[in-house]
Every structure is written in structure tokens, then in C-alpha cells.
């Protein structure tokens, strides 16, 4: 059973190219196309989509109002069409519950597989099957026995994520309180331009301080730095380091360098986290945390939106507990009071 697509977009021709390519996709299907928000708003009860791509910029009711109508209304999920333009509208649009978004082409005459590829990445998994786990029977705060497992001391933590990974990482930041007293990494899989835009939303949203790492940045308890889209970030002498070597696993930033990086500086002071995402980013990663004496932790099942990077870990082997969102930040802010 093929996967129903709804094309939103004011450009007739961009209707077009985005409603031809994803034709040409295996298991995807065009079932319907609207030219603005007030017309897609219409065609959603009679049409029934399985997923949505939806313009941001566009006349009337824009991307965004139409998006919160949407997620208000229905449980549809939504991937935005965003321009290069548009980074800021993009993550407040990821803010507002869009599970991802897809940069247009530039050349949209020559468009390369590449697009064609990321459609297809970007929708797919969302809708593979989910299968069953068994949900954990107490809050991780309440388990005695993982309060002596985890470090004595926690120097830092990193947190790797990609599809679904910037609305789980508003979470965990908001919640953040003003006292953190050790750094955070993040590597959030997503293009150049975007994390610049990222970074101050979250920075604006959380009582710590967040930025964009910088190469040659020193590193400072209670800061939080997020990974520039385009460069792998790792840690050498207390400071940032950015670099453009070739990509790991198909991305740039990888989680599994920061995590390799971080694993030889903290050792076992050190506790990751893997969040929802596709692929296997991460596990390699992990495997070298676990080594090191380090506390790993991976999301769960239930509450990622996509299963791959923290599933992938666990059935490896590298995972030394599997949480929900929530809890993760529970977690997270029982660190900072008690192991800062």
C-alpha cells in the first residue's frame, strides 16, 4: 500500500516538480495538490493524506499558520519545503510539530537524485512499522540501581539526533535550569545554515546558554554547543574543533565523532544520549563511551519519531539504558543537581 502524499505549494511549477518526484519514488503516491494553506485545509478530510509537504512562504494563510492548523486539528505528519532563505521560518516550523523539512533545489530545472533521495529518506521511515517494546515499569528517577551505575561525577554530556531530533531537543533544552555547571555537545543532523538558526531559537528558549560552536571555541561549564550544519565537531586542549573532512554516514556533522572525541576527554565522567533519527549515526560512537567507563542512553521506541540511530545502538549492544523523552530530561536535570 502506497504512501498518500498532499503537495502544498503557491508555485505551480514547484507543484509539479516536488508532485513528480515523489511518483517517481517506490511506495510513495501523489493523491492531491494545493496551492495554499486555506485550499490544503479543504482538501485534507476529503483527500485523507498519509503526510503532508507544505510550503513555508506562501500568500494568505502562510506555511506556519497553515502548519498550526494542522497540527491542531490533525495527526498528519508534515514535512516542510523550505528555501535557502528560510532557515528561521524552518525551525519554528520543526517548533510547531513539522516532523522535518526538505531544502528545495536551487537549480530546480537540474535537480540531481540528491532531491529525489532526500524525499524519499525524509518520508519513508516514517511510516515503518513499529514494533512491539517493552515499555520501562518506573520512572528512571526512581530506579535505585541506575543512580549507582551512572558517574559519580558528570563533566559533560553529549546528545546525538536527527529525524524528529530538533522537537526532541526543544524539549530537553527548555528544561534546562539556569545552574548547569557542565557543557552539553549536540550534533543535530541537519544542513549549513540551518543550525545558525537552530541554535539561537533554542537559545532564546532555554535559561542556559546556547550557540553554534565555532573552531577554536574554548570550552566552558553551562554552555551548551550545538554543531554547525557542514562540519564535523569534536573536542581537543578544551576547545572546539571543526573540520570538513569527508561525510560519515552520509552526514556532516556525524554524532559518532563527538562521541569518539568526548569519550577519550571525559572518560567515564561522561554520559550520552542517542535520540530519534535514521540510520546508524551514533552507535560507533557509543561502543567507545561504554569502553571508556561513560553512562549511554538511548531514546525509546515509543516517543522517537524514527527508531534508527537509538534502535540501531541498542542492538548493538552499547546501550546501557533506553528511555522516553521525558524522561530523558528528568534524567538529564537530576545530573545537574546531583552529579555537577
Keep these: 500500500m502506497n504512501i498518500k502524499v498532499l503537495v502544498v505549494d503557491d508555485s505551480p511549477f514547484m507543484r509539479k516538480v516536488i508532485s513528480e518526484t515523489i511518483a517517481s519514488i517506490e511506495g510513495l503516491e501523489v493523491i492531491g495538490t494545493a496551492r495554499n494553506g486555506r485550499d490544503a485545509l479543504k482538501a485534507i478530510p476529503q483527500l485523507q493524506p498519509d503526510v503532508i509537504t507544505l510550503d513555508i512562504e506562501m500568500?494568505?494563510?502562510?506555511?506556519?499558520e497553515t502548519l498550526e492548523i494542522i497540527k491542531k486539528d490533525y495527526s498528519i505528519p508534515v514535512i516542510m519545503m523550505s528555501s535557502f532563505s528560510g532557515e528561521d521560518n524552518t525551525i519554528a516550523a520543526l517548533d510547531l510539530g513539522a516532523m522535518d523539512f526538505i531544502e528545495k533545489p536551487h537549480d530546480i530545472r537540474?535537480?540531481?537524485?540528491?532531491?529525489?533521495?532526500?524525499v524519499a529518506d525524509k518520508i519513508k521511515p516514517l511510516f515503518?512499522?513499529?514494533?512491539?517494546?517493552?515499555?520501562?515499569?518506573?520512572?528512571?528517577?526512581?530506579?535505585?540501581?541506575?543512580?549507582?551505575?551512572?558517574?559519580?561525577?558528570v563533566k559533560a554530556i553529549t546528545i546525538g539526533a536527527s529525524t524528529g531530533g530538533p522537537?526532541?531537543?526543544?524539549?530537553?533544552?527548555?528544561?534546562?535550569?539556569?545552574n548547569l555547571s557542565f557543557p552539553i555537545f549536540i550534533v543535530q543532523h541537519m544542513p549549513k545554515g540551518f543550525t545558525t538558526s537552530f541554535s539561537k531559537r533554542l537559545d532564546k528558549e532555554s535559561a542556559a546558554n546556547v550557540v553554534e560552536a565555532e573552531d577554536g571555541m574554548a570550552i566552558k561549564g553551562g554552555v551548551v554547543y550545538v554543531a554547525p550544519g557542514g562540519y564535523h565537531m569534536i573536542i581537543e586542549d578544551n576547545?572546539?574543533?571543526?573540520?570538513?573532512?569527508?561525510?560519515?554516514?552520509?552526514?556532516?556533522p556525524?554524532?559518532?565523532?563527538?562521541?569518539?572525541a568526548a569519550a577519550e576527554v571525559?572518560?567515564?565522567?561522561?554520559?550520552?544520549?542517542?535520540?530519534?533519527?535514521?540510520?546508524?549515526?551514533?552507535a560507533r560512537g557509543s561502543a567507545k563511551i561504554k569502553k571508556a567507563g561513560g553512562f549511554t542512553v538511548a531514546q525509546n521506541r515509543e516517543t522517537s519519531i524514527v527508531y534508527g540511530m537509538p534502535g540501531n545502538a541498542?542492538?548493538?549492544?552499547?546501550?546501557?539504558?533506553?528511555?522516553?523523552?521525558?524522561?530523558?530530561?528528568?534524567l538529564i536535570n537530576w545530573m545537574i543537581r546531583m552529579r555537577s
Design 254 to 260: 556525524a554524532v559518532d565523532y563527538l562521541f569518539e
Design 314 to 330: 541498542v542492538q548493538k549492544g552499547v546501550i546501557d539504558e533506553i528511555a522516553s523523552l521525558d524522561e530523558i530530561s528528568e
Design 266 to 282: 571525559y572518560g567515564s565522567d561522561l554520559v550520552s544520549f542517542i535520540l530519534t533519527g535514521m540510520g546508524h549515526d551514533g
Design 239 to 252: 576547545c572546539i574543533k571543526l573540520n570538513e573532512a569527508d561525510k560519515l554516514h552520509g552526514v556532516r
Design 128 to 153: 515503518e512499522q513499529k514494533k512491539s517494546e517493552r515499555p520501562l515499569e518506573k520512572s528512571l528517577l526512581q530506579a535505585n540501581e541506575l543512580e549507582k551505575r551512572l558517574p559519580k561525577k
Design 59 to 64: 500568500p494568505g494563510l502562510n506555511g506556519l
Design 110 to 118: 537540474n535537480q540531481t537524485d540528491g532531491f529525489k533521495n532526500e
Design 167 to 178: 522537537k526532541a531537543l526543544f524539549s530537553i533544552i527548555r528544561s534546562l535550569p539556569e
